[in-house]
């Protein structure tokens, strides 16, 4: 389930991600991120709060695909990315995609930050 953690004026939001992935969460994120967008923002930065990688497991697959397409043709949209998470993993990950990813987007930057950061994560993505 997608949840918004925060509002904001500007161009970004922040979303918990729990239990269960579904396409109506697909929907959700993007109607979201097109209500930024249609705002007049070029770039959307967003948060995204893991609780831990069982989400993996309990996610639709069908919806996971759906989500992967949608970001793969909004990529350019994108500006800054907090993940927060607990989890090495997920830090390794982020950080590889952060250096990747920026070659194709140079308005893209992707940081990992633990739950204890939460309110940097947030300030991250307002700044």
């Given at each position: 389930?997608?949840?918004?953690?925060?509002?904001?004026?500007?161009?970004a939001?922040?979303?918990?991600?729990?239990?269960?992935?579904t396409?109506?969460?697909?929907?959700?994120?993007?109607?979201?991120?097109?209500?930024?967008?249609?705002?007049?923002?070029?770039?959307?930065?967003?948060?995204?709060?893991?609780?831990?990688?069982?989400?993996?497991?309990?996610?639709?697959?069908?919806?996971?695909?759906?989500?992967e397409?949608?970001?793969?043709?909004?990529?350019?949209?994108?500006?800054?990315?907090?993940?927060?998470?607990?989890?090495?993993?997920?830090?390794?990950?982020?950080?590889?995609?952060?250096?990747?990813?920026?070659?194709?987007?140079?308005?893209?930057?992707?940081?990992?930050?633990?739950?204890?950061?939460?309110?940097?994560?947030?300030?991250?993505?307002?700044?």
């Amino acid at each position: 389930m997608v949840t918004q953690i925060k509002t904001f004026e500007g161009n970004a939001l922040a979303l918990e991600l729990t239990g269960r992935f579904t396409e109506a969460d697909t929907l959700l994120i993007e109607q979201l991120f097109e209500e930024k967008l249609n705002a007049g923002h070029k770039h959307v930065n967003i948060l995204i709060k893991v609780k831990d990688l069982s989400l993996l497991k309990n996610m639709d697959l069908k919806a996971f695909w759906e989500a992967e397409i949608w970001g793969i043709k909004h990529f350019g949209k994108l500006g800054r990315c907090a993940v927060v998470a607990q989890s090495d993993v997920i830090k390794s990950v982020v950080k590889i995609e952060n250096k990747a990813l920026h070659l194709v987007n140079d308005a893209f930057e992707e940081k990992y930050f633990d739950t204890a950061q939460l309110e940097e994560a947030l300030q991250f993505i307002e700044g």
